[in-house]
């Protein structure tokens, strides 16, 4: 029948991909239903599909700005954590949900943040962060000054005393048995 007729199969393909979409938006609809949250501490239910997404690795001082990173290397962060950023965000007044999903081109690292950067209205949550460009170069200034990273920062400040002192203690134990041995008997 579609031979005869001279278009080459175009009718069945159009009929295809006309279903295809039919059925792409069903389930959209769907996917956006069980995008509804409850938030954990206001107690109320929201829509979370308007809210932006970061990932970690955008804000990551290892990865390439081609592939993943969205900032400038001044301002990247060694090792993000979804945490860190979730209170950074928080700090600049901006609703912040932390999921567990992972970046397609940073598979091995777990989280993602959801932001609700505009109201219900269209108004900005916070009018000075204006875009996602903007709110992450306002959490790269945030994230060095968490909680999480100067406990790290004192942590690993105390080890490193600590080190340096037992190197002191066995250098010093070693140098006067190194005297003694060097010294020639009369």
């Not at 995008?35 to 690795?57: F, L, M, N, S």
């Not at 700005?65 to 965000?89: F, G, Q, W």
């Not at 005393?161 to 005297?179: D, I, M, P, R, Y």
Request: proline share 3%.
């Amino acid at each position: 029948v579609y031979l005869q007729s001279g278009d080459g199969g175009r009718r069945r393909r159009r009929r295809r991909t006309l279903r295809r979409r039919r059925e792409g938006r069903q389930t959209m609809a769907a996917q956006h239903q069980k995008r509804v949250v409850q938030v954990e501490e206001t107690g109320q239910v929201v829509d979370i599909y308007k809210w932006i997404c970061i990932y970690p690795a955008h804000i990551d001082i290892t990865k390439k700005a081609t592939k993943v990173r969205k900032v400038n290397k001044t301002l990247a962060i060694s090792k993000p954590n979804v945490i860190e950023m979730a209170d950074s965000c928080k700090h600049l007044k901006l609703e912040a949900l932390i999921e567990d999903k992972k970046h397609p081109r940073d598979f091995f690292r777990r989280g993602r943040v959801r932001v609700k950067l505009r109201n219900e209205d269209g108004t900005f949550a916070n009018p000075e962060i204006t875009s996602r460009k903007k709110l992450l170069q306002e959490v790269c200034k945030l994230v060095p000054h968490h909680v999480l990273r100067t406990k790290e920062a004192q942590e690993q400040m105390q080890q490193k005393l600590q080190a340096q002192q037992t190197q002191k203690a066995a250098s010093g134990s070693k140098s006067k048995s190194q005297s003694k041995k060097g010294k020639k008997k009369k």
